[in-house]
């Protein structure tokens, strides 16, 4: 108190003397002008104060800017929403299946009870929940972005929220590089508190409110049936609802604090539950230091914004994983415990015997639940109606992905809808998917390495989740600091950093939608995540980033309606119609290697040149071909006659019944009848595409001539002396065909 009045003192201007005062109020390490300005200049620009170095305000504002831009697209509360619900009533099924399956073993009558009497009540709570969530929407965007909290960010400390001190310090006390940090600092506030820019974290932070209340109010309902349960004991025919409501009431309305506003800490077990379906539970062990490595580096938390939600979203995964959740640390504690001292099970939300009936249940439920996804899902798998991440092979995904293959998709028949967001069982689908693809890979280099596929796709598909895969992207740049996937991935923070960057994306898929052949540059990545400014490239002087081209039958892929890409510009779960044609079905099936199919040909690479691929692709699929005499207007249309043949259904079964034959499983795929017809036949196709796209009409005749002109030399005449040469020294071979049957 002596420090800050003698500071009042030496200071005259009123303004700043407020500052004094706010700061007084939250540091007990000011003493001295020195201090003050060497305190005020760390929250503002970060830096060391007193031994401690601290991100400033500045940073922490640019990246709530990064963060907004990053969650501005509209499918970001869906995927919360569908998210938090999916978690909090499978929580519930759980239970109930648990407590009804432990009833006959346990004689715990009250625990199967009490826990249809939470999972009804979650479906009773509906028309109230709407009314709470209306509320919370109008609450949240008149609240500043500072007060806004959700599983994506905590609001500021007390002592970082001194934003008008901070200016008024700036303003007659700092330098001219404190007054240029705090602008920034000020302007980057601002855009986060702009009511567009940052319509995601209130909108998120309403439906978490509105979760809560839900919670809260089936807890109450699960608490009011165990309560009337225990003054009415085995004569169920005196319990009434004027019973049950009475001690509903006592328990919710316990649970809110003086101000009026819910507080689940009140009870251990609900807050425990509703911080792990909303995956804001606290990190620990190694989870939260590489949370405080990406904090204390600002360089590199672009690339891990999201670790508290990222790590719980694969714990509760892990729970929910038949056999596997039984190596949990959670679920042994659980289940290994005795006597009445819950003082071990505290961190779990555990203190009386009720609620480790409850966990217990829950635990047993997960096993029942889970089996039967798994085996439903294995089903599907086995019935074609489920893929995964694809091959480990990176060049041979993208071309199943050219065949028209679709990752991570559940099928209906024909119309497949994107799963990712369907956790916890997302990663447990795509799981069974990956291990069933990369063990039916053949030859030499997939015996020797099927096992290690499998593991590397199950990891990629961890890290895959849309706020794990930034994670990805810093070990690809510390292996190759100046790579292509270094490139995309700056490209990604320069986007991200300026507002609106995920709505920016979703506009521009919907007025562009059809899939584009990129280059690993910078500008291209940028470009293709706003891809509605594509149709103001010819002004600029460029073209317009060419489309992606199905290999079979040339039509564009992502080639939607308006009605589809408006649904998947705002649904969480895409949806799309595959082609299921025999033939493209035999050429995935088939192992045939897809891998060189359009990034080269004639001795000329295509891998730095999207344009000619794109162009490539399409003559591919588009132009007719010959098979056995007959004439087919594209590759589709040929693979779809050969799949009916006789003697290429019998070589497609001779390769399955190898595949898991360790005699057998090393032969070359390319040694199978089918595979030798489905090479002749996109042989064919590329000749000619090639022929077609070399013409001087074609457009890519330019590109083409530029492409062989840097690598044969500066002329066509010195272009044909080079093959002439070429030709004398190394002759042309030609394969035979592997014999018919």
Same mark, same amino acid.
């Given at each position: 108190?002596?420090?800050?009045?003698?500071?009042?003192?030496?200071?005259?201007?009123?303004?700043?003397?407020?500052?004094?005062?706010?700061?007084?109020?939250?540091s007990?390490d000011?003493?001295?002008?020195?201090d003050f300005?060497?305190?005020?200049?760390?929250?503002i620009s970060?830096?060391?104060?007193?031994?401690?170095v601290?991100?400033?305000?500045?940073?922490?504002?640019?990246?709530?800017?990064?963060?907004?831009?990053?969650?501005?697209?509209?499918?970001?509360?869906?995927?919360?929403?569908?998210?938090?619900?999916?978690?909090?009533?499978?929580?519930?099924?759980?239970?109930?299946?648990?407590?009804?399956?432990r009833a006959?073993?346990?004689?715990?009558?009250?625990?199967?009870?009490?826990?249809?009497a939470k999972?009804?009540?979650?479906?009773?709570?509906?028309?109230?929940?709407?009314?709470?969530?209306?509320?919370?929407?109008?609450?949240?965007?008149?609240?500043?972005?500072?007060?806004?909290?959700?599983?994506?960010?905590?609001?500021?400390?007390?002592?970082?929220?001194?934003?008008?001190?901070?200016?008024?310090?700036?303003?007659?006390?700092?330098?001219?590089?404190?007054?240029?940090?705090?602008?920034?600092?000020?302007?980057?506030?601002? @855009?986060?508190n702009?009511k567009?820019?940052?319509?995601?974290?209130?909108?998120?932070?309403?439906?978490?409110?509105?979760?809560?209340?839900?919670?809260?109010?089936?807890?109450?309902?699960?608490?009011?049936?165990?309560q009337? @349960?225990?003054?009415?004991?085995?004569?169920?025919?005196?319990l009434?609802?004027?019973?049950?409501?009475?001690?509903?009431?006592?328990?919710?309305?316990?649970?809110?604090?003086?101000?009026?506003?819910?507080?689940?800490?009140?009870?251990?077990?609900?807050?425990k539950?509703?911080?792990?379906?909303?995956?804001?539970?606290?990190?620990?062990?190694?989870a939260?230091? @590489?949370?405080k490595?990406?904090?204390?580096i600002?360089?590199?938390k672009?690339?891990?914004?999201?670790?508290?939600?990222?790590?719980?979203?694969?714990?509760?995964?892990?729970?929910?994983?038949?056999?596997?959740?039984?190596?949990?640390?959670e679920?042994?504690?659980i289940?290994?415990?005795?006597?009445?001292?819950?003082?071990?099970?505290a961190?779990?939300?555990?203190?009386?015997?009720?609620?480790?009936?409850?966990?217990?249940?829950?635990?047993?439920?997960? /096993?029942?639940?889970?089996?039967?996804v798994?085996?439903?899902?294995?089903?599907?798998?086995?019935?074609?109606?489920?893929?995964?991440?694809?091959?480990a092979?990176?060049?041979?995904?993208?071309?199943?992905?050219?065949?028209?293959?679709?990752?991570?998709?559940?099928?209906?028949g024909?119309?497949?809808?994107?799963y990712? =967001?369907?956790?916890?069982?997302?990663?447990?689908?795509?799981?069974?998917?990956?291990?069933g693809?990369?063990?039916?890979?053949?030859?030499?280099?997939?015996?020797?390495?099927?096992?290690?596929?499998?593991?590397f796709?199950?990891?990629?598909?961890? /890290?895959?989740?849309?706020?794990?895969s930034?994670?990805?992207?810093?070990?690809?740049?510390?292996?190759?600091?100046?790579?292509p996937?270094?490139?995309k991935?700056?490209?990604?923070?320069l986007?991200?950093?300026?507002?609106?960057?995920?709505?920016?994306?979703?506009?521009?898929?919907?007025?562009?939608?059809?899939?584009?052949? @990129?280059?690993?540059?910078?500008?291209?990545?940028?470009?293709?995540?706003?891809?509605?400014t594509?149709?103001?490239?010819?002004?600029?002087?460029?073209?317009?980033l060419p489309?992606?081209?199905?290999?079979?039958?040339?039509?564009?892929?992502?080639?939607?309606?308006?009605?589809?890409?408006?649904?998947?510009?705002?649904?969480?779960?895409?949806?799309?119609?595959? =082609?299921?044609?025999?033939g493209?079905?035999?050429?995935?099936?088939?192992?045939?290697?897809?891998?060189?199919?359009?990034?080269?040909y004639?001795?000329?690479?295509?891998?730095?040149?999207?344009?000619?691929r794109?162009?490539f692709?399409?003559?591919?699929?588009?132009?007719?071909?010959?098979?056995?005499?007959?004439?087919?207007?594209?590759?589709?249309?040929?693979?779809d006659?050969?799949a009916?043949?006789?003697?290429?259904?019998?070589?497609?079964?001779?390769?399955?019944?190898?595949?898991?034959?360790?005699?057998?499983?090393?032969?070359?795929?390319?040694?199978?009848?089918?595979?030798? =017809?489905?090479?002749?036949?996109?042989? /064919?196709a590329r000749?000619?595409?090639?022929?077609?796209?070399? /013409?001087?009409?074609?457009?890519?005749?330019?590109?083409?001539?530029k492409?062989?002109?840097?690598?044969?030399?500066?002329?066509?005449?010195?272009?044909?002396?080079?093959?002439?040469?070429?030709?004398?020294?190394?002759?042309?071979?030609?394969?035979?065909?592997?014999?018919?049957?």
């Amino acid at each position: 108190i002596v420090h800050m009045v003698n500071m009042l003192n030496e200071q005259g201007n009123d303004e700043l003397a407020g500052a004094i005062l706010d700061v007084f109020k939250v540091s007990n390490d000011v003493h001295n002008w020195k201090d003050f300005d060497a305190w005020m200049k760390s929250k503002i620009s970060g830096g060391e104060f007193k031994g401690k170095v601290k991100t400033g305000m500045l940073i922490k504002e640019l990246q709530g800017v990064m963060v907004n831009s990053i969650l501005s697209g509209p499918k970001t509360p869906l995927r919360a929403l569908i998210g938090t619900t999916t978690n909090s009533y499978l929580n519930a099924i759980n239970e109930a299946v648990g407590a009804t399956i432990r009833a006959p073993f346990t004689g715990d009558i009250v625990s199967r009870k009490a826990s249809v009497a939470k999972l009804k009540g979650m479906f009773e709570v509906l028309p109230e929940a709407w009314t709470v969530f209306k509320t919370n929407w109008d609450s949240t965007f008149n609240a500043d972005i500072a007060n806004i909290k959700t599983r994506y960010n905590e609001p500021a400390a007390k002592a970082e929220n001194l934003w008008h001190a901070q200016g008024k310090w700036a303003e007659t006390r700092g330098t001219d590089g404190d007054k240029a940090a705090y602008n920034m600092y000020n302007t980057a506030r601002g @855009l986060n508190n702009n009511k567009l820019l940052s319509w995601s974290p209130r909108v998120l932070q309403a439906v978490d409110e509105t979760f809560k209340h839900i919670l809260a109010r089936s807890r109450s309902k699960e608490i009011a049936m165990r309560q009337a @349960l225990d003054e009415v004991g085995d004569d169920f025919t005196k319990l009434t609802p004027e019973i049950l409501g009475r001690y509903e009431d006592i328990h919710f309305k316990h649970l809110f604090d003086g101000e009026g506003n819910l507080d689940l800490a009140k009870d251990s077990f609900l807050n425990k539950q509703f911080k792990e379906v909303t995956l804001t539970t606290e990190l620990d062990g190694v989870a939260r230091q @590489l949370d405080k490595v990406f904090n204390d580096i600002p360089l590199i938390k672009p690339f891990y914004l999201f670790a508290r939600t990222g790590i719980n979203g694969l714990n509760f995964t892990y729970k929910n994983t038949p056999l596997l959740s039984f190596l949990h640390k959670e679920s042994i504690d659980i289940l290994r415990h005795t006597g009445d001292d819950f003082t071990d099970l505290a961190r779990y939300g555990i203190e009386n015997a009720a609620d480790l009936a409850n966990a217990r249940s829950l635990f047993a439920g997960r /096993q029942v639940v889970g089996t039967t996804v798994v085996s439903t899902v294995s089903g599907l798998y086995m019935a074609d109606q489920l893929t995964g991440n694809g091959p480990a092979d990176k060049q041979l995904r993208q071309n199943w992905i050219n065949a028209g293959w679709k990752p991570n998709h559940l099928y209906i028949g024909d119309v497949g809808f994107d799963y990712t =967001s369907l956790e916890p069982f997302n990663i447990i689908f795509s799981t069974i998917a990956d291990i069933g693809d990369n063990m039916e890979l053949m030859g030499s280099e997939w015996a020797e390495k099927r096992l290690q596929a499998a593991a590397f796709v199950i990891g990629r598909g961890l /890290q895959g989740k849309t706020y794990m895969s930034g994670l990805d992207q810093l070990m690809q740049i510390a292996q190759n600091p100046i790579g292509p996937a270094s490139t995309k991935a700056f490209a990604n923070v320069l986007n991200n950093s300026v507002p609106l960057a995920g709505m920016r994306n979703e506009f521009g898929k919907w007025i562009n939608p059809h899939m584009k052949e @990129l280059n690993s540059d910078m500008f291209t990545s940028i470009r293709n995540r706003n891809l509605a400014t594509e149709a103001f490239a010819p002004l600029t002087g460029q073209k317009p980033l060419p489309r992606k081209s199905d290999l079979l039958n040339g039509k564009p892929i992502k080639n939607w309606n308006i009605i589809g890409r408006s649904f998947n510009a705002v649904s969480p779960i895409q949806m799309d119609v595959r =082609s299921n044609s025999p033939g493209r079905k035999l050429l995935l099936d088939s192992n045939y290697d897809l891998k060189s199919t359009t990034y080269a040909y004639g001795g000329y690479s295509f891998v730095q040149d999207a344009g000619i691929r794109a162009h490539f692709q399409n003559a591919i699929g588009t132009v007719p071909v010959v098979y056995r005499g007959k004439k087919f207007k594209n590759v589709e249309a040929a693979l779809d006659h050969l799949a009916a043949q006789p003697d290429i259904q019998n070589s497609m079964k001779e390769m399955k019944s190898n595949v898991n034959n360790p005699a057998k499983m090393d032969i070359n795929p390319s040694t199978y009848p089918h595979n030798t =017809s489905i090479h002749n036949i996109m042989n /064919q196709a590329r000749s000619k595409a090639w022929a077609i796209i070399t /013409q001087p009409t074609h457009p890519a005749y330019a590109d083409i001539e530029k492409l062989k002109t840097k690598k044969d030399g500066n002329t066509t005449r010195t272009r044909q002396n080079r093959n002439e040469i070429l030709e004398l020294s190394f002759p042309r071979k030609t394969i035979d065909n592997f014999p018919k049957n």
